[in-house]
T-cell receptor, first 111, second 109 residues
Framework: KAGVTQTPRYLIKTRGQQVTLSCSPI?????VSWYQQTPGQGLQFLFEYFSETQRNKGNFPGRFSGRQFSNSRSEMNVSTLELGDSALYLC??????????FGDGTRLSIL | GQNIDQPTEMTATEGAIVQINCTYQTSGFNGLFWYQQHAGEAPTFLSYNVLDGLEEKGRFSSFLSRSKGYSYLLLKELQMKDSASYLCAVRDGDYKLSFGAGTTVTVRA
């Protein structure tokens, strides 16, 4: 069974640009969550989607948004990128409220 | 917001036992998870507690006391490959998962 797949693995952007990250969950998993991980802040919850609806949201500015498609694949978008957005962005999927399984992440660097 | 505390670092010798404590204060409770994360890799699921007591899974065990807002992860017969960060995560009443900052465990020969 394929795991959670995130693309791209690495991305370099400049301040002010926008970026879209993609996540394909494990087959059959309808819940997809996104996290930002930085050395200083650890793993911070961004949002969770279930059946194309945002079920939960963390404390991030409106520049961070996401969506989920009917096949459970999810995307997150960050607009007007700032230097502080440099981080590892992790996606996790789960079957209902079972433990989440993480993808390898997208490492985003802002120059 | 949620408050999840765990020690920053721990060091132990190969073959020994290490206990990583986690205390939490959340709005409601719907389960506690432990994840292992090696440097440069994604977190991998280790254990899940939703009721009080001990869950054993091979060399790893996890304990939960909901009344005390306390959990620990016990790593037995430590191996060099167990050197990693261990993350405590709590699912609150809204089913949102919040993570602690992680405990870096270093296993020495």
């Amino acid at each position: 069974k394929a795991g959670v797949t995130q693309t791209p693995r690495y991305l370099i952007k400049t301040r002010g640009q926008q970026v879209t990250l993609s996540c394909s969950p494990i087959s059959g998993h309808r819940s997809v969550s996104w996290y930002q991980q930085t050395p200083g802040q650890g793993l911070q919850f961004l949002f969770e989607y279930f059946s194309e609806t945002q079920r939960n949201k963390g404390n991030f500015p409106g520049r961070f948004s996401g969506r989920q498609f009917s096949n459970s694949r999810s995307e997150m978008n960050v607009s007007t990128l700032e230097l502080g957005d440099s981080a590892l962005y992790l996606c996790a999927s789960s079957l209902g409220f079972q433990p989440q399984h993480f993808g390898d992440g997208t490492r985003l660097s802002i120059l | 917001g949620q408050n999840i505390d765990q020690p920053t670092e721990m060091t132990a010798t190969e073959g020994a036992i290490v206990q990583i404590n986690c205390t939490y204060q959340t709005s409601g409770f719907n389960g506690l998870f432990w994840y292992q994360q090696h440097a440069g890799e994604a977190p991998t699921f280790l254990s899940y507690n939703v009721l009080d007591g001990l869950e054993e899974k091979g060399r790893f065990s996890s304990f939960l006391s909901r009344s005390k807002g306390y959990s620990y992860l016990l790593l037995k017969e430590l191996q060099m490959k167990d050197s990693a960060s261990y993350l405590c995560a709590v699912r609150d009443g809204d089913y949102k998962l919040s993570f602690g900052a992680g405990t870096t465990v270093t296993v020495r020969a």
